[in-house]
C-alpha cells in the first residue's frame, strides 16, 4: 500500500505544478478510479490544499465578522485587524440586529434579487458570458464580469450595482454601535491608549480621555460639546454623557432637548441652551448656562431650574450660591471653528508650497493637482513643469467639487460615465501610483482609480475591490498569448462604510528590478508582495481614465462598469518606485 | 420569499463560501478556476434561492449545485485536457464532499501545525501553496535539484497531513 501511496502523491504533486504529463496523468486517473483507498486519499489532499491557499491568502479585513464594529476605529485600528478575507468564513452567531440593519439588509436582498435577474438574462443572451467576453482578461475580472456588467445593462440599478457587494459582504455589513462622532480636533493629544483619533471618528460608548487640546463632540441627537483637555468624558448615549473630571461646554439646538450631562453628583437636563460644566479634581462641580435653561438636580431632589447668565457651583455636600456665567472660561463652538480655520488653511499653504516643488520632479511621469478650473472648461491641466499640454485630461461627466479644503477643488465621479480621460506615451519601468481620494461607497466589484483602456502586455490596472482591497496588476503577456497570468497584488482590506466620506492617501509602487508591488494607505504600507520574475513586465500606459474604465474602444461599451464612487483631488504618477519614506512625506504634507 | 427565510439563506451562503471554494478546487484542480466556478455557484445559488429550503441543511443542498457547475465546467473545458473528467469527479464527488465539509476545521488545524514546521519546512509550504511559485523555481531559487525539492515537499505534506489528521480526531 505504501508503494502505490507514495505513486499518487507524486503525482499529485505533478499535476498541481502543471507538470504532469499524460501517460501520468493517464496513471493517476486509473489508481483513482481502481482504489477506493486512492479517491479518499486524493480528497483529503485537494482539502489541505484548499486549506492551506486559504491559509496563506488569509489578510487583514476592516470590514468582517464579529469585528463589526467599523464604526468603532480609526484607519489604522481597521487595518491591524487580521480576519480572512477572500473567502471568509463568517461568524454564525451574529449579535441581535437593529431593526433598521435589518431593513437595509432585506433591502439589500431584494436587490440582489433583482440583479440575479438581470444577470441571468444577460447570460442567456451571451452578453456577459465570460468565453463570449471581446477580450480576455484575468481570470476573477472574468469571473466577476456578469454581475459587474449586469448593472451596466440594467441602466439605473443601484440594485444590480449592489450585487456583488451583497453577495460577498452581506453578513459584514456594519453594525454602528456609536453613539456621536468626533468632529473638530485642535491640538490634540489623547490619553495613552485611546489610540489615535481623528476628525470624523465614530464614538461607541465609553470614556474619551483627552489630556490636552479640544475636541468637539457630535452626539447623534443632534448636540454638540466642546472638550477641553484635560478631560474624560464617558458617553453613555446618543444624548447622555457623564462629565468625570475637565471642562466642556454643550450646544443643544432645540432638537436635542433633553441631552442630560452628568457628574459625580449632579445632573444637568438641557432644555436647548448652551451651558458649561466643570470638574475639578477635587470633585467640585460648576455649571455655568450662557443661553436659554437647563434644569438641575442632586441626587432624588427635586429638579431646579438656571438660566442664563448664571452660574451654580457645588463642592461636596455644599451648593455655593449661583454667581454670574463666565463664558469667557469655556470654548465654544465658534471658538474652536476659528482655530480650526487658521490650521486648515496652513495646511493647504503647506500643501501647494510642496506641490509647486513636486511639479518638477523629474520621476513625474503625469500630475494632476485638481486645481479648480473654470466653469465650461472640461480639461484637467497636468501641472508637471515645464507643461505638457499633451498630456491634459479631458473630464467626462465628473464635477467639480470641493477636495480636502474648501478652498481647493476635487472631481467628483458619480455615474456610469464620468471619468476622466488621458493619454500618455512612453515606455516605463517601475511606477508609483499616489492620489487623494474620497470614496462614498464601493458600488462596483472593481472601483477604478487608474485603468489603461485594454489591458495589454505592461499596462497597469489600479483598482479598489468591493471588498476595500487595494488591487494592482500589470499584464505579463500580450493579449491572447499563452504565458503567465498576472500576478494580482491585493492588499488587505482597508476600507469600511466608516471610512465613506474621508479623504484617503492611496498609493502603489510597482518596484521592476526588486519585482515587488508594496500598497500604502495614508502614508503606511498596507502589504508588500515578492512578484515571481516571469510576472514582472516593463510598463506602458497609452490611453487611460482615471476613476473608470470602459474600454470605449470596444464596440460592446457596458461591459463591466467599473466608476468610482468619489472624488479624487490629487494624482501623481512617477516613472520610478517611490519609497516608504517619500509616500510618508506625501500623505504628512498632503493630510487634510 | 420571506425576509427571514432569505436572511438565513444570505447567511448561510456566505458563510459557507470556503466550503464550496474547497469542494470546487479539490474536484477542478486550480485556484483560479475554481474561482470561477465558485462565481457561477454563488450565482446558480442565488438564481434557484426560492427552491431552498430552510428546514433542511443548507450545506448538502449547496454541494449538490456546486457539483453541477463543476461538471458544467469539466465538460465546456474538455478540449482542455484536464486531470478529472465528469465521470471521474462524480465518482470522486463523495468523499471530496466530506472532506470539504471539514474544511474550516481543516483550516483551524493546519493552522497549528504550520506553526510546529522548521523555518526551512515552513518556507517551502508558503512558496509552493501560499504563493504557487512553479517547483522548478523553488528548487533554483534554493540551490537544489528538482527531485530533492519534491522529495522534500511530499516529507512535510505528509507531515502537515499526518498532524491535521491527528487534530481533527482529537476534536472528533
Known amino acids: 500500500m505504501q508503494a502505490w501511496r ?3 502523491e507524486e503525482l499529485l504533486l505533478a499535476w498541481e505544478d502543471g507538470t504532469l504529463d499524460d501517460a501520468g496523468a493517464d496513471r493517476l486517473r486509473a489508481l483513482l478510479r481502481a482504489s477506493e483507498e486512492a479517491r479518499r486519499q486524493f480528497a483529503r489532499w485537494q482539502a489541505l490544499n484548499a486549506a492551506l491557499w486559504l491559509e496563506g491568502n488569509r489578510v487583514p479585513d476592516a470590514i468582517g465578522g464579529p469585528a463589526t464594529e467599523p464604526m468603532g476605529g480609526s484607519v489604522a485600528e481597521a487595518v491591524a485587524e487580521h480576519r480572512t478575507v477572500v473567502f471568509p468564513a463568517r461568524d454564525m452567531d451574529e449579535a441581535p440586529l437593529t431593526r433598521r440593519l435589518r431593513r437595509w439588509r432585506s433591502l439589500a436582498v431584494t436587490a440582489v434579487a433583482l440583479a440575479i435577474g438581470v444577470v441571468s438574462w444577460s447570460l442567456w443572451n451571451g452578453l456577459a458570458r465570460p468565453s463570449a467576453a471581446p477580450f480576455d482578461v484575468a481570470s476573477p475580472e472574468v469571473a466577476q464580469a456578469p454581475a459587474a456588467s449586469a448593472s451596466g445593462a440594467g441602466g439605473v440599478l443601484s440594485g444590480g450595482e449592489r450585487a456583488e457587494s ?8 456594519s453594525r454602528s454601535r456609536g453613539v456621536a462622532v468626533l468632529g473638530r480636533v485642535l491640538d490634540a493629544r489623547w490619553a495613552p491608549g485611546e489610540g489615535p483619533r481623528e476628525a470624523g471618528d465614530p464614538l461607541l460608548p465609553g470614556v474619551v480621555r483627552l489630556d490636552e487640546g479640544f475636541a468637539q463632540i457630535e452626539f447623534f441627537s443632534g448636540a454638540t460639546v466642546v472638550l477641553q483637555g484635560p478631560a474624560e468624558l464617558e458617553l453613555i448615549a446618543a444624548d447622555r454623557a457623564v462629565l468625570r473630571r475637565g471642562r466642556l461646554r454643550a450646544h443643544v439646538p432645540p432638537a436635542a432637548r433633553g441631552f442630560t450631562l452628568l457628574s459625580a453628583d449632579l445632573q444637568v437636563v438641557d432644555l436647548g441652551t448652551e451651558f458649561g460644566v466643570s470638574v475639578s479634581e477635587d470633585g467640585r462641580t460648576e455649571v455655568h448656562v450662557f443661553d436659554g435653561l437647563v434644569e438641575w438636580s442632586t441626587d432624588g431632589t427635586q429638579p431646579r431650574r438656571l438660566s442664563a447668565g448664571k452660574a451654580l457651583v457645588r463642592t461636596g455636600k455644599e451648593l455655593l450660591p449661583a454667581g454670574a456665567a463666565a463664558e469667557e472660561r469655556f470654548v465654544g463652538l465658534l471658538d474652536l471653528q476659528r482655530q480650526a480655520l487658521d490650521e486648515h488653511s496652513e495646511r493647504l499653504r503647506a500643501w501647494r508650497e510642496w506641490s509647486k516643488q513636486l511639479r518638477r520632479d523629474p520621476r513625474l511621469i ?36 470641493d ?14 460615465g464620468d471619468r476622466v480621460r488621458v493619454h500618455i506615451p512612453g515606455e516605463y519601468e517601475s511606477l508609483t501610483f499616489a492620489a487623494w481620494v474620497k470614496i462614498d461607497s464601493l458600488d462596483r466589484l472593481f472601483n477604478s482609480l487608474f485603468l489603461t483602456d485594454h489591458y495589454d502586455r505592461g499596462e497597469p490596472h489600479w483598482q479598489i475591490l468591493s471588498s476595500g482591497q487595494l488591487y494592482f496588476s500589470v499584464r505579463p503577456v500580450e493579449r491572447g498569448e499563452p504565458g503567465p497570468r498576472d500576478y494580482k497584488a491585493l492588499s488587505p482590506p482597508f476600507w469600511n462604510p466608516s471610512l465613506s466620506g474621508r479623504w484617503l492617501h492611496l498609493a502603489t509602487v510597482y518596484d521592476y528590478h526588486r519585482r515587488t508591488i508594496t500598497h500604502y494607505l495614508n502614508g503606511v504600507r498596507l502589504s508588500h508582495h515578492q512578484v515571481p520574475a516571469e510576472q514582472v513586465v516593463p510598463t506602458r500606459i497609452g490611453t487611460a481614465s482615471i476613476g473608470n474604465w470602459s474600454l470605449p474602444t470596444l464596440p460592446d461599451a457596458s461591459f463591466a462598469i467599473r466608476n468610482l ?22 500623505y504628512a504634507l498632503g493630510r487634510p | 420569499m420571506r425576509e427571514d427565510v432569505l436572511e438565513h439563506f444570505v447567511r448561510e451562503l456566505t458563510g459557507h463560501q470556503n466550503r464550496l471554494y474547497g469542494y470546487i478546487y479539490s474536484l477542478v484542480g486550480d485556484h483560479d478556476r475554481a474561482a470561477d466556478v465558485l462565481q457561477e455557484t454563488n450565482l446558480a445559488l442565488w438564481r434557484r434561492a426560492a427552491e431552498y429550503d430552510p428546514a433542511r441543511p443548507f450545506l448538502p443542498w449547496a454541494f449538490g449545485v456546486a457539483r453541477m457547475q463543476v461538471l458544467a465546467h469539466l465538460r465546456d473545458r474538455r478540449r482542455d485536457r484536464l486531470l478529472l473528467d465528469a465521470e471521474l469527479a462524480e465518482l470522486l464527488a463523495e468523499d471530496v464532499q466530506r472532506e470539504s465539509a471539514k474544511l474550516d476545521r481543516i483550516q483551524a488545524a493546519l493552522r497549528e501545525c504550520l506553526g510546529k514546521l522548521s523555518e526551512a519546512n515552513r518556507e517551502l509550504v508558503e512558496r509552493r501553496y501560499f504563493r504557487s511559485e512553479p517547483l522548478e523555481q ?24 499526518e498532524c491535521v489528521q491527528r487534530r481533527l480526531s482529537a476534536d472528533a
Open chain 2, 138 to 161: 523553488i528548487a533554483q531559487r534554493a540551490g537544489r535539484t528538482l527531485s530533492a525539492i519534491k522529495v522534500a515537499l511530499l516529507r512535510v505534506r505528509r507531515q502537515l497531513g
Open chain 1, 403 to 416: 477636495g480636502r479644503w474648501p478652498e481647493k477643488g476635487a472631481l467628483e465621479f458619480k455615474r456610469p
Open chain 1, 166 to 173: 451583497v453577495a460577498s459582504v452581506l453578513p459584514s455589513e
Open chain 1, 366 to 401: 503625469a500630475y494632476y493637482a485638481f486645481e479648480r478650473q473654470p466653469a465650461g472648461n472640461r480639461r484637467l491641466v497636468c501641472d508637471i513643469e515645464p507643461r505638457d499640454p499633451e498630456k491634459d485630461g479631458a473630464i467626462v461627466g465628473a464635477r467639480w467639487v
Open chain 1, 6 to 8: 507514495d505513486e499518487l
Open chain 1, 565 to 586: 464612487n468619489g472624488s479624487i483631488d490629487e494624482f501623481a504618477l512617477f516613472a520610478a518606485a517611490l519609497s516608504d519614506e517619500d509616500i510618508a512625506r506625501m
